[in-house]
């Protein structure tokens, strides 16, 4: 399924909201409204990121899949936010449109 189609879904347009990249290590990771997501999956088109919980016994569904200057927001979390440090200054933040669906 491309972006494109998963877009026509979404029901709410939030409005841009900053994401922080943490692309420097192994394991990169975001941080969108104080929740860490882990990189899921690079394809050549998106990248999607599961909740940091999603591996977690509480298994938390929410997920964000970002595509240049659009990001889609599926699910809501099962727990309070997980970021819980001051952003980092190897961290990037950019403006994205925040798409929301509700899973
Ligand atoms: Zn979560």
């Given at each position: 399924m491309t972006f494109g189609s998963i877009q026509q879904k979404f029901k709410v347009l939030e409005h841009s909201c900053l994401i922080y990249f943490d692309?420097?290590?192994k394991n990169p990771k975001i941080v969108y409204k104080m929740n860490d997501y882990l990189i899921y999956r690079k394809l050549p088109d998106k990248t999607v990121w599961l909740c940091a919980?999603?591996?977690?016994?509480?298994?938390?569904k929410a997920k964000v899949v970002t595509k240049g200057k659009d990001a889609l927001v599926q699910g809501n979390h099962n727990?309070?936010?997980?970021y819980k440090q001051k952003f980092q200054k190897h961290m990037v933040s950019q403006l994205v449109n925040v798409h929301f669906e509700e899973l």
């Open positions: 692309m420097g290590h919980h999603y591996h977690r016994k509480d298994r938390c727990h309070l936010p997980t």
